[in-house]
């Protein structure tokens, strides 16, 4: 297994920020994508969070847990987090979760 890899692009002008993760997102690094992307949302002059996940091979149900922490912890700061690019893995998992709704998929 390869673990998640997390790259942030830096924030433009508008406040957002791109971030692309790889790899897998299970139970081993769920946590640390939940709490590197909410410590992101906190930063001064972020708005939006453009999660691109299009490289994530598989994802469980920790990794979808973290990404609806994460999107919670954003909102309660301001912040937009939104998915982008699902690999196929990971939008299967979000439509038979009905997460994709959630993540304005």
Do not use: C, H, Q, W
Not at 28 to 50: C, F, H, W
Request: charge should be negative; avoid cysteine; proline fraction near 6%.
């Amino acid at each position: 297994m390869s673990d998640a890899t997390i790259k942030y692009e830096p924030v433009d002008p508008d406040g957002l920020v791109v971030v692309t993760l790889s790899g897998e997102l299970d139970l081993d690094r769920a946590d640390e994508v939940r709490d590197s992307l909410a410590r992101m949302a906190e930063e001064p002059g972020i708005r939006y969070l453009r999660v691109e996940v299009s490289d994530l091979g598989f994802i469980d149900s920790y990794g979808l847990g973290a990404l609806v922490s994460a999107r919670n912890s954003a909102a309660a700061k301001g912040v937009t987090l939104t998915l982008a690019e699902p690999s196929p893995p990971v939008r299967k998992a979000l439509e038979v979760t009905g997460l994709g709704d959630v993540f304005s998929l």
